[in-house]
């Protein structure tokens, strides 16, 4: 039991005449392409789903209780590490 893979087609060259993608934005100026940022920037910030109060409350005290402990175990490591120094080299 073989299964043939189909290959696709070779796409043919766009000619001068072709009105593609690069062929549009290339007639835009600079404000235009500006515009047109600002407009895809606001259109995707519309699909964000914004978390609410809560759970932004809770992400940045979750994100701050890691720090701390963190913290906390680099203090331990580099306090211990300081005093094995100590005890080799005197």
Do not use: H
Not at 13 to 20: A, K, L, Q, V, Y
Not at 38 to 51: D, F, M, N, S
Not at 64 to 72: A, L, P, S, T
Request: hydrophobic share 40%.
């Amino acid at each position: 039991m073989t299964d043939s893979v189909e290959t696709p087609e070779p796409k043919e060259p766009r000619g001068e005449g072709s009105t593609g993608r690069r062929g549009r934005r290339a007639k835009r100026g600079p404000l235009g392409r500006l515009a047109l940022f600002y407009r895809q920037v606001i259109a995707e910030l519309r699909k964000v789903v914004w978390p609410s109060r809560r759970q932004l409350s809770t992400y940045t005290t979750a994100v701050i209780v890691f720090v701390v402990v963190v913290i906390c175990i680099l203090t331990v490591l580099d306090w211990g590490m300081s005093r094995a120094v100590d005890y080799v080299f005197g």
